[in-house]
DNA sequence: GTGCTATATGTAATCGATTACATTTCATCA
DNA sequence: TGATGAAATGTAATCGATTACATATAGCAC
């Protein structure tokens, strides 16, 4: 059975020093005389003495973990980007915590109520569809400058954010289209209010107009990054008369619905119809045919995150507040299979 | 900026009580009449209070959290299953953490060192792959008895677990392929000390026998879930003098690298050799072609997960051992388009 | 040796809740 | 009316660490 537990003061006991020493060999070893360190570094190997984080944090006034903000864990995407932030964690001593928005059976459980209940020291938020009243919680309560956001961000808010360069991403799928040969090329957005599907709606259309193509309304059909909204784009672009002869979406699952019910209906790709997806998610290699997409580096996203983070959390203590210029990371394109030239 | 959080002793000022009866009007509110709960609720609401997690935590010795234990976050099911739990935990005051046993950058600790830093009250492991050592600390530091499995489960160990009926799966697969003509049938495995490898593995060999199928070694190709290890499989069958006609696959994923080294080499899915998967991931369906999988109800694995642990964890107050019967969740077949009849 | 400073260590208050035990209140009944 | 017990509430110890402040010790200059 469970042998109690070492306190620090048995370890004291057994170093024969005061607690006080014992805490400080632990967090300041410095101002300890080398022979007491190691006494007292014996005593907790002897004891299996390990610090209660409940009576730390609650002397310290901090929670040691932190809250990720998912939109949908059962996104890859999202589960990857988590990975990502877990592992940029390491050794550091924070818990990760996650909840998911999607998710409303939390017992009207605020985001913010994690704050309150002194449960965390901070936040990533990879959902940008934040309410307004959601965010003046946070202000009001004084939190918000423990918040970063990553890979979706709020709109007119400033607060510290990382995220890859979606326009630019747009912008290589759109120019990769037209190099291949495609003039009529169509879009599926994301949700209408969400941030990126702003940024990358927009990146492709500029870039289209720059290169002259031509542009029609139906072309921009609307869908909200879920398989499901691919199935269904490619139900409308099935019944256009005028068939663009590449869609570029606004994720690879979008992608993936769009291509499955295109070639349920005896469409090919490429030959027929090029794709493009965004995100490059593990699967995409994988898929018939492999898909072209842009790349988002997840692994650096996380990373850059966790280090916003923790430099907030830092500056809270001092009562600055940290840069909220967005941290834009790089993307790049992926060629696989799924675009090739048009069969005009 | 943040005002001073209101404590239990600002609560119990405003109300013109003690501490303790705000305590209790919390905790124990059939303690206290009608009247001084009202005072003491009117008392929370006109200052805000939230009582302090850590200090709660301290005092009753818990730590309001459990730990779920994912072997690989990247993985859609994985993450789609952690929706599940994070769902199932709903209202109940438990923070979710997360640790990925993938991600060795977790400097050097241990999961046993949650349940010693008194960091969560109990695991849930979605990881068959644990090692006896680690089982042993488990047990020597007296916390065996807070810990599920769930899908996975640790051999020869007599803890409580949730699983699919992997057996079950199993010969579903191969039932249907017999049906559809099928009688040379192959199946790619997972890792090789995988309980679930065995499981599916078994009860596929079982059913072949069973139907007096032909059997050949090389039929049997060793994997890891993995869509390498499906792609990898691909190879193998692509260099086979005797082709199986059916694969029978561990997992979608490795179904969907299986599917897509085998199309980009020009045999066609299902015409030229049939797929059948395992898990019944989001994207299955939306896979070309769309994917015929054994289905594991994720929602309720995760669901009975959570409510064995909660009884796990409260008989462990009372010195009790729960049930280490396993709870077995049924599947179903989810019949798609990969696997047709063969054509002779 | 005295006084002074710097360094090392100890004492005890503190974080914010819960709860055993003590006390008060109140209804009931002889 | 006073005794009795149950119900309601209060007092204060407690959980296990950290840290401000106090004290002890050592080193050094004079």
Request: hydrophobic share 45%; charged share 20%.
């Given at each position: 059975?469970?042998?109690?537990?070492?306190?620090?003061?048995?370890?004291?006991?057994?170093?024969?020093?005061?607690?006080?020493?014992?805490?400080?060999?632990?967090?300041?070893?410095?101002?300890?005389?080398?022979?007491?360190?190691?006494?007292?570094?014996?005593?907790?190997?002897?004891?299996?003495?390990?610090?209660?984080?409940?009576?730390?944090?609650?002397?310290?006034?901090?929670?040691?973990?932190?809250?990720?903000?998912?939109?949908?864990?059962?996104?890859?995407?999202?589960?990857?980007?988590?990975?990502?932030?877990?592992?940029?964690?390491?050794?550091?001593?924070?818990?990760?915590?996650?909840?998911?928005?999607?998710?409303?059976?939390?017992?009207?459980k605020h985001v913010v109520d994690y704050f309150l209940d002194a449960q965390i020291d901070g936040m990533i938020c990879l959902d940008g569809a934040i309410s307004p009243q959601e965010l003046q919680l946070f202000e009001d309560n004084g939190v918000s400058g423990k918040i970063v956001f990553a890979c979706e961000w709020?709109?007119d808010v400033a607060l510290p954010s990382v995220r890859s360069d979606n326009v630019r991403g747009a912008q290589l799928a759109v120019r990769h289209l037209y190099d291949l040969g495609h003039r009529k090329i169509a879009h599926i957005t994301g949700p209408q209010e969400n941030v990126l599907t702003h940024a990358r709606?927009?990146?492709?259309?500029?870039?289209?107009?720059?290169?002259?193509?031509?542009?029609?309304?139906?072309?921009?059909?609307?869908?909200?990054?879920?398989?499901?909204?691919?199935?269904?784009?490619?139900?409308?672009?099935?019944?256009?008369?005028?068939?663009?002869?590449?869609?570029?979406?606004?994720?690879?699952?979008?992608?993936?619905?769009?291509?499955?019910?295109?070639?349920?209906?005896?469409?090919?790709?490429?030959?027929?119809?090029?794709?493009?997806?965004?995100?490059?998610?593990?699967?995409?290699?994988?898929?018939?045919?492999?898909?072209?997409?842009?790349?988002?580096?997840?692994?650096?996203?996380?990373?850059?995150?966790?280090?916003?983070?923790?430099?907030?959390?830092?500056?809270?203590?001092?009562?600055?507040?940290?840069?909220?210029?967005?941290?834009?990371?790089?993307?790049?394109?992926?060629?696989?299979?799924?675009?090739?030239?048009?069969?005009?």
């Amino acid at each position: 059975m469970a042998q109690k537990i070492a306190r620090i003061q048995d370890v004291a006991r057994e170093a024969g020093v005061s607690t006080a020493t014992v805490s400080r060999a632990l967090s300041n070893p410095e101002l300890l005389t080398e022979a007491t360190r190691q006494t007292v570094f014996a005593a907790i190997r002897s004891t299996g003495y390990r610090v209660n984080r409940a009576a730390r944090n609650l002397r310290t006034q901090q929670a040691g973990a932190i809250l990720v903000l998912v939109p949908n864990l059962g996104n890859p995407f999202f589960s990857q980007i988590l990975a990502g932030i877990s592992a940029a964690f390491g050794s550091r001593d924070y818990s990760v915590l996650i909840a998911d928005t999607k998710d409303h059976t939390t017992g009207g459980k605020h985001v913010v109520d994690y704050f309150l209940d002194a449960q965390i020291d901070g936040m990533i938020c990879l959902d940008g569809a934040i309410s307004p009243q959601e965010l003046q919680l946070f202000e009001d309560n004084g939190v918000s400058g423990k918040i970063v956001f990553a890979c979706e961000w709020a709109h007119d808010v400033a607060l510290p954010s990382v995220r890859s360069d979606n326009v630019r991403g747009a912008q290589l799928a759109v120019r990769h289209l037209y190099d291949l040969g495609h003039r009529k090329i169509a879009h599926i957005t994301g949700p209408q209010e969400n941030v990126l599907t702003h940024a990358r709606r927009e990146g492709m259309m500029a870039e289209r107009a720059r290169l002259e193509l031509p542009a029609r309304e139906e072309w921009i059909i609307r869908g909200d990054f879920s398989l499901e909204s691919g199935r269904r784009a490619g139900e409308q672009i099935l019944a256009m008369n005028d068939r663009p002869t590449a869609v570029f979406c606004c994720s690879d699952q979008v992608a993936f619905g769009l291509m499955s019910t295109l070639t349920a209906n005896g469409l090919r790709v490429p030959e027929d119809i090029s794709v493009v997806g965004f995100d490059d998610i593990e699967l995409s290699e994988f898929y018939v045919p492999a898909l072209t997409t842009v790349r988002q580096d997840r692994r650096a996203l996380g990373a850059r995150a966790v280090s916003l983070l923790l430099d907030c959390i830092d500056a809270s203590h001092t009562e600055q507040a940290a840069t909220t210029e967005p941290v834009i990371v790089d993307v790049n394109l992926v060629v696989r299979a799924s675009a090739a030239a048009p069969n005009w």
